[in-house]
């Protein structure tokens, strides 16, 4: 079975070029120009993605992927013609998994699509994938880790925040987002004590492996991890 992608937008010249470029890589589109035809269609169909134009005619694209997040985790790329609305999109009250702001080049989007469904349609063989290539290796049970095989010696808060990244590579947190679900009391903490944290947990994995830095910085955006370390 053909992974069944829907594109909301109504920018048809886009569509286009969308559809083209999926269906060429071997993948089924749906296609609807407005917001309101896409929660009935998600109860009747098996949708594997969604890219959701942000801009549409009825509805602000990020109010449906609220909407959407109530009851499905249907992965989702923004399209946004604006750059200021990347904070918001990354910003986790939204829920979406990536985002290409207008214009971009379909076969990006496309690489993109294919990137997210590798995590999501195959869960377990990526993992087992991604386990066995990450030098990366956590101990949940004894709160460890291990990189390229050495133990490191983290804080509790350090811990947290690479093992948020290791579940994830190349997902973008935020500070806010790594506030809201790794301190006790966030609103107690500053922005800058993420960065601090940040700095520390890179001197340490540079103590073991001084030629790499995993951890990426994406201006004004946050932080992620390398997804091919
Ligand atoms: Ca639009």
Redesign the pocket.
Known sequence: MKPKILIV???TA?VDNIQFALETEGFQTIWHSEGKEVLPLLIQDKIDLIVL?????DIN?MELCKEIRKTKTTPIIF?T?RSDEIDRIVGLEIGADDYMVKPFSPRELSARVKAILRRTMNNLDVKTEVLESSPFKVDEDRNRMTYFKQKLDLSRYEFKILQMFINRPGRIYSREQLMENIWDEPEMSMDRTVDTHIKNIRNKLKVVAPEIDPILTHRSLGYSLKEDI
């Open positions: 937008e109504d920018e886009i134009d942000i801009g549409l005619p694209g399209l013609a």
